[in-house]
């Protein structure tokens, strides 16, 4: 799971994003679960989580957070209100992550809302949703409708410290070392 978190997560470990997403393959749902509750153990000491949020057949798709971005991400302004319009109850990052698994489970086409607990800007989903994925300004990380320079700023950002923890990882630093504590 390492290589999985220095290729997707470097962003986030780095304290850069809120969150991100992953794939992965397992062969026993139990091994899973180990290998989740080893590296919370290891990481929540640096504000990270890991969450399954989604699993089907062998593979399970993987949510990489820190508790602290994501709390402040939904309480910025316009984003409960937004939520509350797909269910989402206004308590806290726990039930709202609950219901995100519900969404991805029950709904037909994946939930774009997901956008928010990624850190994306409340403009580009929104932007993303009226416009189903077209029209966009400028395509990375995320499609965007809004600031352009800001968010082709952050992917450049995002880009660079994702090569920089390559690197170091393939040098010998562990996820441990390369995570930041927020």
């Known amino acids: 799971m390492e290589d999985y978190l220095i290729e997707y997560c470097a962003p986030t470990l780095a304290s850069l994003k809120t969150a991100n997403l992953f794939n992965c393959r397992f062969y026993s749902e139990t091994e899973l679960n180990r290998q989740l509750a080893v590296w919370n153990e290891a990481l929540g000491q640096k504000g990270i989580a890991l969450l399954t949020l989604h699993r089907e057949e062998n593979k399970a798709l993987i949510y990489v957070y820190r508790k602290s971005r994501l709390e402040a991400d939904l309480n910025k302004e ?105």
């Open 78 to 182: 316009g984003v409960a209100d937004f939520l509350t319009r797909f269910g989402y109850e206004r308590r806290g990052p726990d039930s709202a992550l609950d219901f995100l698994k519900k969404r991805i489970r029950e709904e037909k086409n994946f939930p774009h809302e997901i956008g928010i607990f990624l850190g994306y800007p409340l403009g580009d989903v929104l932007g993303f949703i009226q416009n189903k994925g077209k029209n966009c300004k400028c395509a990375g990380c995320w499609k965007v409708y809004c600031d352009e320079c800001e968010a082709k700023r952050m992917f450049e950002k995002f880009g660079k410290c994702k090569s920089v923890y390559r690197n170091l990882w393939s040098q010998g630093r562990s996820v441990w070392q390369l995570t930041v504590t927020a």
